[in-house]
């Protein structure tokens, strides 16, 4: 169906017929020529040569040339999907958690839309179901002209929470029932209490069409892991689909990858888990689990400390005489306490309830039933820890790494020889290498192994001659560890050492943990909030802090999923558990299906007839007015086309600064005015004069004619497309430099850092010391404030030998094009904090020093032996 | 087209023709010039004569070889020669300055290019040549085709003929278009011929200016100031223009019959060596 938006136009095309009278009767100009053999025509006659009329085929060629011009300004467009409803439109959009499932298909459908009703010159009401992140109520957006519903459909985005259909459907009593509507509803294919009071609310206002998403495309979750003693078990929930299978990324705090678990897919079955076998220390590591390829608040499994806890049992011989200082658990209870849960009882009164790691204190023996009990408990991955002691050295039992001399060996003693003995390095394979002895550490009395084949390997720290300190040793999934000496000062200082709590949470962090709720004892406030694409962002300003208690969490503005609580107590929230899980939503009665793959968009023919009415208009010049003149004309239209390469030009002949233009126009006029003034002051102070800043779009500009590009991240900048990271990749390769500024001291977390610069090829990262040639390339600096102070400064560790080890990439987040930024009088335009003005001062210089870094590559390096070269002189 | 580009054309174009073709005529027409031997002692190159030493005569005059061979003392004597001088004319007038298709080369500078190889063919034979409107002696030796390039491509654009005349008994070469009126031609030839001057025309033209090739509507303007003309129609124009053309290369051609001179024509399509044979020819007779 052929539609046009300005159709009035078309009246134009009445005055087709009088245009051809006019080119019948005009002849055409006459063509123009020098011809010095003009004095013989001269005296020629010129009868019987009557005016020659334009041809016929000029005419209709010209005729045809204004046909299209007509036509294609009235805006003609090619719709198809033969008969709409041709009315205002009502557009619901779900942008609850399982819309963050291809969002960006759905807002491109949603703009499409927007764009059709603007070219129908309708109105757009917008309507999502999930409320918005500032904490206010639902609201239609609404009726409103198509270019402001294109604001609010730009603005909208996935939530973490579910949307809130019932109280959309409410929302709509507000709209009035006019003419029919076109209804359109973007939903994310599930269903839920409202869909069906919304569905049959929407059918009121005229035709419902629904866009459902295909099973493939619907969101899977994330369930709560559970611990295996070998492993974990990661489980999936989807809602149908073919065979296949997702993949499970495991992350540690910082967001790096530690893993990945392949989860298969049975066609249409709507569980999956896989197991994870993996040790202990890498399991303890893990701190969140995600779907890959899903982006949504579901896929996104945050873990606290509850999910892999480490609980320690003191054993207790419940005997009551006991004095602090030479207590046996006193010392050990004292080094695990405020990094695990510590529980006294008797081995009995422990086993009733999880442990990680049971710490056995110098005991008499074991009742047999004991002994069977701990064994079993070991065997399914509980970790030992016994001290030795006079009982132990008397009765030595089976639940021992090795087999013990019966004797306690004194040292230091009137019948021994040595003195008491210092502890040597820990072996590089043992649980503690890496801990540091303190030098005043001496034991001087333990309990000797029976030396055999196996005794080196089993002993993790031994004593300056060689005899065992600690020996460990598997059993079953778990592990039994001795200490060869007391756990109280009796017989050596080892537990009044700084060593002693280290080496237990060593030990900790090798149990394995015990999945175990946590009690809310506290309300928790928000830390770290999941945004609707399944990111960790800062937290908003409207969450409340988690109540005490156990209670039910509903997910919303006030309760998003992420993690609650400080670093003494956190507490993860995470999203699907808490969803009541629902049903793929069916089609509504009556209710046409949208195809979300086909494209409905309108073709717009206005552009193609414009363009062949040029072509037919270079043809006639070519005709009428001889190749050159149509040839200047194509040139003209080419340069039109090509004023951007002219743009490229202008850039190359001048060295200039730039920016990375973020969208963001607060922060792009921050980047321009600052860079500006830092060119100025480059100027002022040093001999490179640069010219204005340039705002740069890496997927258009051509990037390799800036020496520096600056980098400011806006919030609302998401990933960059496929051609800009190849860009910006092309860039850092030949030699460019940029300043990636996360504008907040430092605090963006790496996630989001990652995320942005997703696909830039980022060498490994090293902290800018004073060492570095930044810090002495113009002026000699310490630091590097910007607006802000103290976040850290990123370069490139090694750099590239080809680039004369200039980094290529810097990465801080002081905010510094904000410090540089002045009003062109000279005034600043944004205090600087703590420092002032001072602050200030150094921000400009370190702006001064990178330009000139970025200019001159690496070649003040030599500065770093100044030093030395002084000295060498003054001898 | 710059002198030392002229030049090189001219060199190559000069290089095909033979110029013992020439040397043999003038040879045989002593009489009408040319490096020509006067059959008497005089200044030369050929040896003419031995004489015996008279007092007065320098001592390097003698030929010490020939007294060698007798008592008495010999000098040298060489045959007196004259040359002939030749002034061309490369019509420098605007109307010289076209050309119809971008192909061709304009009027003036083929008039040029065949001035300047006709210039080479003469100094191989000893002649000298000069600028019918260029002031001062005319060239003679191994440079003069060189300064009669440079002198070419200076030369202004002028629209009549040039005011001071040529020696008598010299020879002139006309390279124009002679679209000028034929009174205007008539007039100055017969001065010309008065002063006892051989000459040659060659009209030059533009295929175009031949075969008026423009069709429909056009507005066709003269160089000269002669105004311009709205053609209507023009290929009916055409059978009337070449009638007109051929009335005037019969006038042209009567007026040199008249002075005894010779009219001959060129196109500037066609192969520049086909004119300069001619030209040699007409000037060999």
């Known amino acids: 169906m052929l539609t046009f938006a300005t159709p009035w136009l078309l009246a134009a095309a009445l005055a087709l017929p009088a245009l051809w009278l006019l080119l019948r009767i005009t002849p055409p100009p006459p063509r123009r020529f020098d011809f010095p053999a003009l004095r013989l025509l001269l005296g020629l006659s010129t009868k019987n040569r009557s005016a020659r009329s334009a041809p016929l085929w000029l005419i209709i060629l010209r005729l045809t040339l204004v046909t299209f011009l007509i036509v294609g300004a009235a805006g003609p467009a090619w719709r198809r999907g033969g008969e709409r409803v041709d009315g205002p439109w009502l557009i619901v959009v779900d942008n609850g958690w399982a819309a963050g499932k291809l969002w960006t298909q759905r807002r491109d459908t949603l703009l499409q839309m927007i764009r059709q009703a603007d070219h129908d010159n309708q109105t757009v009401t917008i309507l999502p179901t999930a409320a918005p992140a500032d904490g206010g109520a639902l609201a239609l957006a609404g009726p409103s002209s198509a270019a402001d519903a294109r604001g609010a459909a730009e603005r909208l985005v996935p939530e973490a929470w579910p949307g809130d259909r019932a109280q959309a459907a409410k929302l709509l009593d507000a709209l009035p029932h006019g003419r029919a509507m076109r209804v359109v509803w973007l939903s994310d294919g599930l269903d839920d209490d409202g869909a069906a009071t919304l569905a049959a609310r929407l059918e009121t206002f005229g035709r419902l069409e629904v866009m459902l998403p295909s099973a493939d495309s619907l969101p899977q979750l994330l369930m709560a892991p559970t611990s295996t003693p070998t492993g974990t078990r990661v489980r999936l929930r989807r809602f149908g689909g073919g065979a296949g299978h997702s993949t499970v990324r495991a992350m540690d705090e910082q967001g790096r990858s530690l893993a990945l678990i392949d989860v298969p897919w049975e066609a249409g079955a709507r569980g999956g888990e896989a197991e994870a076998d993996w040790p202990a220390e890498l399991k303890n590591r893990v701190a969140r689990l995600v779907i890959d390829g899903e982006e949504h608040a579901a896929a996104t499994e945050l873990l606290d400390g509850s999910w892999s806890r480490h609980p320690v049992g003191l054993v207790d011989d419940g005997a009551a005489d006991r004095i602090q200082l030479l207590d046996d658990l006193f010392y050990g209870e004292r080094a695990v306490m405020g990094f695990a849960e510590a529980r006294h009882g008797t081995i009995d009164e422990l086993l009733q309830r999880p442990l990680s790691l049971m710490v056995l204190p110098d005991h008499g023996a074991l009742p047999d039933d004991q002994r069977e009990k701990l064994r079993k408990w070991v065997e399914d991955g509980g970790t030992l820890v016994r001290f030795a002691g006079p009982a132990l050295a008397g009765n030595p039992d089976d639940l021992l790494p090795v087999r013990l001399r019966s004797n306690e060996r004194l040292l230091g003693s009137a019948l021994s020889w040595a003195q008491p003995m210092s502890v040597a390095p820990m072996p590089d394979d043992s649980p503690f290498a890496g801990l540091s002895i303190p030098p005043d550490l001496t034991v001087s009395a333990q309990i000797l192994a029976e030396p055999d084949l196996t005794l080196a390997n089993k002993t993790w720290a031994k004593l300056a001659d060689g005899t065992p300190l600690v020996t460990g040793a598997p059993l079953g999934h778990g592990w039994l560890v001795l200490i060869h000496t007391t756990a109280w000062p009796g017989w050596s200082n080892l537990a009044l050492s700084g060593l002693f709590p280290d080496m237990l949470h060593r030990l900790l962090d090798r149990s394995i943990g015990v999945a175990a709720p946590q009690t809310g004892e506290k309300p928790l406030p928000l830390a770290v909030q999941l945004d609707g694409s399944g990111h960790l962002v800062p937290p908003s300003a409207v969450a409340q802090a988690l109540p005490a208690g156990n209670g039910a969490i509903i997910p919303g503005p006030r309760h998003p999923p992420g993690y609650y609580g400080d670093s003494s107590a956190r507490r993860a929230v995470n999203l699907a558990p808490l969803l009541n899980l629902p049903k793929t939503l069916s089609l509504p009665e009556g209710a046409l299906r949208l195809d979300p793959s086909r494209a409905q968009a309108d073709i717009d023919l206005g552009a193609w007839l414009i363009g062949l009415a040029l072509l037919l208009l270079l043809a006639d010049l070519a005709l009428a007015g001889g190749l050159r003149r149509a040839a200047l004309a194509a040139f003209l239209l080419l340069s039109l086309g090509d004023a951007k390469a002219a743009d490229d030009v202008a850039a190359a002949l001048d060295a200039r600064l730039a920016y990375i233009v973020t969208g963001d126009s607060a922060v792009d006029e921050t980047s321009r005015a600052g860079l500006a003034a830092l060119s100025r002051q480059l100027a002022r102070r040093t001999t490179a004069v640069l010219a204005e800043p340039a705002g740069v779009d890496p997927e258009r500009d051509a990037l390799a004619v800036y020496p520096l590009i600056y980098w400011p991240l806006s919030s609302r900048q998401s990933g960059l497309s496929e051609k800009a990271q190849a860009h910006l990749n092309d860039f850092l390769r030949h030699g460019g430099m940029l300043l990636i500024d996360s504008r907040d001291g430092g605090i963006t977390p790496p996630d989001r850092l990652r995320q942005v610069t997703r696909g830039i090829d980022i060498p490994p990262l090293a902290l800018v010391g004073d060492q570095h040639v930044l810090a002495k390339s113009f002026y000699l600096l310490h630091d590097f404030p910007g607006r802000l102070a103290g976040g850290a400064l990123y370069a490139e560790e090694q750099g590239d030998a080809a680039h004369d080890f200039v980094t290529s990439v810097l990465i801080g987040g002081n905010d510094w094009a904000a410090a540089w930024a002045d009003d062109r009088q000279g005034n600043p335009m944004f205090p600087v904090v703590p420092g002032g003005e001072g602050q200030r001062e150094t921000a400009v210089r370190f702006g001064i020093n990178l330009v000139i870094y970025a200019l001159t590559g690496s070649y003040k390096a030599d500065q770093v032996h100044v030093p030395a070269i002084l000295e060498r002189m003054h001898h | ?285």
């Open chain 2, 1 to 285: 087209m710059t002198a030392a580009d002229l030049q090189s054309r001219a060199e190559s174009l000069a290089a095909g023709l033979p110029n013992l073709l020439l040397r043999a005529k003038r040879v045989a027409a002593t009489v009408s010039g040319g490096l020509h031997g006067r059959r008497r002692p005089g200044s030369g190159e050929d040896f003419w004569q031995f004489r015996q030493s008279q007092p007065g005569d320098p001592l390097t005059a003698i030929d010490w070889r020939q007294s060698a061979r007798s008592d008495h003392l010999y000098v040298r004597e060489t045959e007196w020669t004259i040359a002939r001088t030749t002034r061309i004319w490369a019509d420098p007038s605007p109307s010289m300055r076209w050309r119809s298709s971008r192909d061709l080369e304009t009027k003036h500078d083929r008039a040029c290019l065949l001035a300047v190889a006709l210039g080479f063919l003469l100094e191989q034979s000893g002649e000298r040549i000069g600028l019918l409107d260029h002031p001062g002696p005319a060239f003679a030796g191994r440079t003069a085709p060189t300064r009669l390039a440079h002198a070419l491509v200076q030369a202004r654009p002028v629209e009549t003929f040039p005011g001071h005349g040529a020696k008598a008994r010299s020879t002139i070469v006309l390279l124009s278009d002679f679209l000028m009126p034929a009174e205007t031609i008539a007039r100055q030839a017969e001065r010309w011929a008065a002063a006892g001057m051989s000459g040659h025309l060659m009209q030059i033209l533009d295929p175009a200016e031949e075969e008026l090739p423009y069709e429909g509507r056009v507005r066709l303007r003269g160089l000269e100031r002669e105004g311009d003309m709205l053609l209507p129609h023009a290929e009916s124009l055409r059978g009337d223009y070449v009638q007109a053309l051929e009335a005037h290369r019969r006038a042209l051609t009567a007026i040199a019959r008249q002075v005894g001179w010779r009219f001959t024509t060129h196109r500037t399509d066609k192969p520049a060596r086909v004119a300069l044979t001619h030209l040699y020819t007409a000037m060999a007779c």
